[in-house]
Structures are given as structure tokens and as C-alpha cells.
């Protein structure tokens, strides 16, 4: 009867605990389900970095955007014939290769593009492994002869090449741009339709 007796206690001390307590005991549980369900429910986020620009190209240690006149005359010397184009001014300099001088275009102290005249020392073949195929392809003012221009905006080249043999006349180097902003600015000239009479 003793043993009765203690069991009755016992389970009345436990019905008051939860009686004088169930507030307490309720909001425990729901505190503890809210923190389950953020801790399963919510999704992680996800960081997302905007991809790093590829840095401009560089000619000779001539960089488009960055290097000024000074720079560029310290580096390659006294141009050969200093040419005003319009809003800009450009520098002509001798070729190694005896073909059509290399140019460095400025708008006010900075360079903005530089031409490369490389003239068959080189290949297509060489650009598209290290940048991957170009974002589109053009005729410009040399098509009459089979002679492409290659464009990466997005990285800041261009290459005129030949369409079969895949020789270089010449490399373009200007601030990585949208295709849309190179068209506007160095591509004005340039046409996706061959057409034998062109330049």
C-alpha cells in the first residue's frame, strides 16, 4: 500500500508540475520547432561573385586606358610620324617586319588602341587557344584579299587574319568592352557580309 501510495504522489507531483508549468512547457516546444525549421526549411544562400574582368592587354608594356603619351614614348621612342585622327592623335612607329607601321591611338593622354601590324608572323590558331573562339567574326577593310577580323571585346582583341591560312596582319589591343561598345567605337567599319567589291 506504501508502494501505492508513493506511485500516487509521484504522478500527482507530475500532473501539478505540467499544470503550473504548461505555458512555459509550450513555448519550449514551439521555440524548439522554429529553430528545426530554419535549420532544415531554409535553403543556404548562395554567394554569388560577379566574375573578375579580364585585365586590358598589353603591347610592348603598353597598356589601353592606362599608359600615357609619355609612357609610350619612353617605351617605343619618338614615333616616326605622329598623325591627328579626328578626336584623336596617333603615333606611328616602324614595323619589324617592313610591312605597314605599327599605331598607338590616344584620346586625350592615354592610350586607347593599339594596332599590332605583325603581317604573317603569327597564326590565328595561336589566339584562339589562349582565349577560346572569338565572340564574332567580321570582314573589314582588307576582305577583298580573304583577310577576317577576329573579335574578342570582352578581352580587349581583335585579330585580322586570313580565313584559310590563318596568318596575322595585325592585332588590336583596347579596355575590354561589350561587343556592342566595340562596335560603336573601333567596329563601325566592320560588316558580317562579304562582298567582292568591298574596300
Given at each position: 500500500?506504501?508502494?501505492?501510495?508513493?506511485?500516487?504522489?509521484?504522478?500527482?507531483?507530475?500532473?501539478?508540475?505540467?499544470?503550473?508549468?504548461?505555458?512555459?512547457?509550450?513555448?519550449?516546444?514551439?521555440?524548439?520547432?522554429?529553430?528545426?525549421?530554419?535549420?532544415?526549411?531554409?535553403?543556404?544562400?548562395?554567394?554569388?561573385?560577379?566574375?573578375?574582368?579580364?585585365?586590358?592587354?598589353?603591347?610592348?608594356?603598353?597598356?589601353?586606358?592606362?599608359?600615357?603619351?609619355?609612357?609610350?614614348?619612353?617605351?617605343?621612342?619618338?614615333?616616326?610620324?605622329?598623325?591627328?585622327?579626328?578626336?584623336?592623335?596617333?603615333?606611328?612607329?616602324?614595323?619589324?617586319?617592313?610591312?605597314?607601321?605599327?599605331?598607338?591611338?590616344?584620346?586625350?593622354?592615354?592610350?586607347?588602341?593599339?594596332?599590332?601590324?605583325?603581317?604573317g608572323n603569327g597564326n590565328?590558331?595561336?589566339?584562339?587557344?589562349?582565349?577560346?573562339?572569338?565572340?564574332?567574326?567580321?570582314?573589314?577593310?582588307?576582305?577583298?584579299?580573304?583577310?577576317?577580323?577576329?573579335?574578342?571585346?570582352?578581352?580587349?582583341?581583335?585579330?585580322?587574319?586570313?580565313?584559310?591560312?590563318?596568318?596575322?596582319?595585325?592585332?588590336?589591343?583596347?579596355?575590354?568592352?561589350?561587343?556592342?561598345?566595340?562596335?560603336?567605337?573601333?567596329?563601325?567599319?566592320?560588316?558580317?557580309?562579304?562582298?567582292p567589291d568591298g574596300y
Amino acid at each position: 500500500m506504501e508502494n501505492t501510495f508513493q506511485s500516487q504522489n509521484t504522478e500527482q507531483k507530475k500532473s501539478g508540475f505540467l499544470k503550473r508549468n504548461w505555458f512555459l512547457i509550450l513555448l519550449a516546444f514551439v521555440a524548439t520547432v522554429i529553430v528545426l525549421a530554419k535549420i532544415f526549411l531554409t535553403k543556404p544562400q548562395e554567394t554569388v561573385q560577379a566574375p573578375t574582368p579580364p585585365p586590358a592587354p598589353t603591347w610592348n608594356e603598353i597598356t589601353p586606358g592606362t599608359t600615357t603619351i609619355e609612357q609610350v614614348r619612353q617605351k617605343l621612342g619618338e614615333p616616326k610620324t605622329v598623325v591627328p585622327e579626328g578626336d584623336y592623335l596617333k603615333f606611328l612607329y616602324p614595323s619589324q617586319s617592313d610591312g605597314p607601321e605599327h599605331e598607338v591611338l590616344f584620346s586625350g593622354t592615354s592610350a586607347v588602341l593599339i594596332k599590332d601590324r605583325i603581317l604573317g608572323n603569327g597564326n590565328i590558331a595561336s589566339f584562339r587557344q589562349k582565349y577560346g573562339p572569338s565572340e564574332r567574326e567580321f570582314w573589314g577593310e582588307h576582305k577583298s584579299v580573304g583577310f577576317k577580323t577576329y573579335v574578342w571585346a570582352a578581352r580587349g582583341i581583335v585579330v585580322v587574319a586570313h580565313e584559310n591560312s590563318g596568318l596575322i596582319y595585325e592585332s588590336w589591343y583596347f579596355t575590354p568592352q561589350t561587343m556592342e561598345q566595340f562596335l560603336v567605337v573601333w567596329g563601325k567599319d566592320l560588316t558580317v557580309d562579304f562582298s567582292p567589291d568591298g574596300y
